[in-house]
Each structure stands twice: as C-alpha cells, then as structure tokens.
C-alpha cells in the first residue's frame, strides 16, 4: 500500500469540526470558561464534558492504516487540560474512556495511558502559562510532544516490516499534522477570546475612568442658572467627548459686579480639558488681584506661552458687568463675537480684531464697553455653535442671528435651550464636531 492523502483529510476534517465547535463555544455564555485563568470547579466540569465529547468524537473519525487504527482522540484531554488544568485533562480523558467503552469500541491499554498523559501534559502547560497568553510556537512544541507519545507508546509502534515506506511516512504525518494543527487553532481562537476581554476589560475601566472625569469637569463649573440682583444667567456645557476644552465661569465680585468668562481651548479630549482646567485657575487666581478684562487675558496669553504646547491656543471672552447699570466691560481674545438679544430684535456684535491667547508675546489686548438695556440678554457661544456641521456646512454666525430673530426670548434658559435644539435639529444624525457651550446673561432692573 502506498501514500493516500484521503485519510490524512479526514482527520484533518475532524480537527476542523472540533474547532469549530470550540469557537462557537467561545461565543456562547460559557465563554467565561475559557477566558479565565483560574482554577474553578465549574471549569473543570465543563471542560471535563467537552473534552470527554471530544474524545468520542475522535474515536469515531479515526482512520486505519494497515493494523494501526490513528485518531484525534487526545485532542480532547489536551484541549481541557489546556483550560482547566491536570484536573480537567485527566478527567476528559476518563469520561471519554467511559464513553468509548460505551459505544462499544474497545480501549487498548496504551491507549489509555496515552489518553491519561495527554490530558496530564495539557494540565501542565496551564499551570505554566496560566497568567500569560499561550504562545503559538510552545503550543506547536506541545502538539510534537503529543505525537511523540502516540507514536512511541505500544505494544508495537509503527515499525517498517509491518508498513510499507508510504504507510510509514502516512503514518508520522497522519499522527503528528492532525494534532498539531488541532492544538495550534484552538489556542489562536482562545488567546484571541482572551486578548478581546482583555481589551474589553481595559475599555470599560477607561470608559468609567473618562466618565468620572467627566463629571468631575462638569462639577467643577458653576451652576447652570444664576440670579442676583438684576441679573439673570444660564450656561451649559456639551463636551463632544467624554470630556472637552471649553469652560464657562461666573462668580460675583467685592465691588458689587459679576464676573464671567466663556474659553474654548485649541482641540478636543484630555490635552484640551487640562488646559481648559488650568485657564480657569490662572482666571480666578489673577481676579483676586484685577478684574481688568485684558489683564485677566494677558495673564493667561502669557501661561500658554510659558508653560503651554507651542500649539495649543484659547479663544476667551472674559468680563464683568454692573447688575445696577448694566453696563458691561468686557475683552474678546479671537473669540466668536457676543449677541445682544434685545426686545426690538438681536444682533451680533464686531469682532474686537485681538488674537487668541497663547498666539503672540507681546499682543495688546483690548477692551470693550457696552450697556445693556432692561430685557437685553447678553449671549456667548462657542465655535460648536457657529461652526457645527452638516455635512460641508456649517451653522454660521449669520443664521444665529436670524434664528433668534425668529422669535421673543425673555429669559436666559430659554435662549440656551433654542440654541442646543438648533445645533441638535441642524446636526441630525452627525455626531457633535466641537463642545458646545453658551453663556446667556440678561439684564432685568425692575426684578
């Protein structure tokens, strides 16, 4: 008898269906089994009943070569010892002993002994890389050692004056390629099970580490409605990631005045939120000395500078305003210019030409007066307002002014709200390009 490659494609074939069993295994609840490193009775159990099935499953695929009846039984007791441990390999090993016994085929005593050490081997290289992903060229390693041991183990091994050459060398490849394959794409399938539950794992763990941040930067501002004296404000802040680069502040002054500022920080994320972070400080801590407009901007031109990326810039409208005049002082560093909704309708004011801080050394900032009547609601927006997009479109400054044209606007919170709907509405299904952030402050003396 001569080479035949059918009987090594059949083997081949059951290796494939025990593969594939094994990875719609991985997809199912049980996937937790394979997934751990740890010793527990549950996976000893259910790997001892998979790899019992196995076995049989082996047993009743294999194929013969002259006297010699080759299998991929072992397959079973590795693959469990693989997972669970000596425990698990040895037990698969017995259960599907039990279960040939029961399907009436017969078990030779090296057979055995050859089922028990494989399931002990596969036990074996658990313990040595439980806390590791198992390596392909190890498991190639472990599939040849395997091999050897069917080969080696019998009565009369495969010895060349009872095969023909051709049958020898079937024989050797029929042993060796099956399993070593077999074992090869089980362990990809489980070490890539385990390195996307690892990723997971990590995901959630940045995830929940992104939303506690997250909170803590929205916690840090302050609240989105404020009223004292004739004043009357409302903010909010819609970071485009879990958290953003633009900030809102107010706080009242000794002198009786209201101080406010609304920033947005070049980029997006983390960079920009720690910068965003850092402004605010440098703001407060410098209007403890000045509440000068273009001192307070100067102060922070000179930190992002100093201290900052090259790269990185902040456009900052900060101010302050009278709640008893309403008069308002204010300075624009390359930010979109201020609204003033009044009740005869709503405009957009010039641009004050100043840079953005953190762009030149020595830039002269200036600043900019004004007097809001009662019932004016001053109006700040960032560019996620302007600029958001629809598709290669984008909102614009202009079509604020007519939207809030559109309609009468009494309080602050409503005009915050209008303008969050309009950027939702004019977005739709795009995801948010920018933060989007809006300081509304109006001006009400007779409240």
Not at 41 to 62: A, H, K, Q
Not at 142 to 166: H, K, M, V
Not at 222 to 227: I, V
Not at 375 to 384: E, F, K
């Amino acid at each position: 008898m001569v080479f035949e490659l059918e009987r090594l494609v059949d083997l081949c074939d059951g290796v494939a269906v025990l593969c594939l069993i094994a990875y719609f295994l991985t997809r199912t609840r049980y996937a937790s089994v394979f997934v751990t490193r740890n010793f527990s009775p549950f996976s000893v159990l259910f790997m001892t009943l998979i790899g019992g099935i196995f076995y049989l499953y082996g047993i009743l695929t294999g194929v013969e070569i002259g006297p010699y009846f080759i299998s991929i039984q072992v397959l079973g007791p590795v693959i469990a010892g693989l997972i669970s441990g000596i425990a698990g390999g040895f037990l698969a090993g017995v259960l599907g002993m039990l279960l040939q016994t029961a399907t009436g085929n017969p078990i030779e005593p090296a057979a055995c002994l050859i089922t028990l050490l494989s399931g002990i081997i596969g036990g074996i290289f658990w313990q040595i890389n439980r806390n590791n992903i198992v390596r392909i060229p190890h498991v190639f390693f472990l599939g040849c050692l395997i091999g050897i041991i069917q080969f080696s183990i019998g009565e009369t091994g495969i010895r060349p004056e009872i095969l023909e050459p051709g049958e020898i060398l079937e024989g050797i490849l029929d042993i060796f390629l099956p399993t070593i394959a077999g074992l090869v794409i089980f362990v990809f399938i489980i070490n890539n099970l385990r390195t996307e539950a690892e990723n997971t794992r990590r995901s959630y763990k940045i995830e929940g580490e992104l939303q506690a941040a997250r909170q803590i930067q929205l916690d840090s501002l302050p609240g989105q409605t404020f009223t004292w004296k004739s004043l009357n404000l409302a903010a909010s802040l819609i970071p485009v990631s879990y958290i953003g680069g633009d900030l809102y502040d107010y706080r009242k002054l000794e002198d009786g005045s209201l101080y406010f500022a609304l920033g947005d920080v070049s980029g997006k994320g983390v960079p920009a939120a720690l910068l965003m972070s850092s402004t605010r400080m440098i703001l407060r801590s410098r209007l403890r000395e000045t509440k000068n407009p273009c001192a307070l901007v100067s102060e922070v031109n000179r930190s992002f500078l100093e201290d900052g990326d090259n790269k990185q810039f902040l456009t900052l409208i900060t101010g302050h305003i009278c709640p008893d005049t309403g008069e308002v002082t204010f300075c624009n560093a390359g930010h979109p210019p201020p609204f003033i909704i009044s009740r005869s309708g709503t405009y957009g004011l010039e641009p004050d030409g100043n840079l953005p801080a953190g762009i030149m050394e020595d830039e002269e900032y200036i600043s900019r007066k004004l007097t809001l009547k009662p019932g004016d609601i001053l109006t700040i927006v960032s560019d996620g307002v302007t600029e958001a997009e629809r598709g290669e479109e984008l909102y614009g400054f202009e079509q604020v002014v007519q939207r809030l044209n559109e309609k009468p606007f009494f309080k602050p919170e409503d005009v915050v709200k209008f303008l969050n709907k309009e950027v939702r509405q004019w977005t739709g299904d795009n995801p948010q390009s920018d933060d989007c952030t809006i300081l509304a402050i109006g001006y009400y003396p007779e409240q």
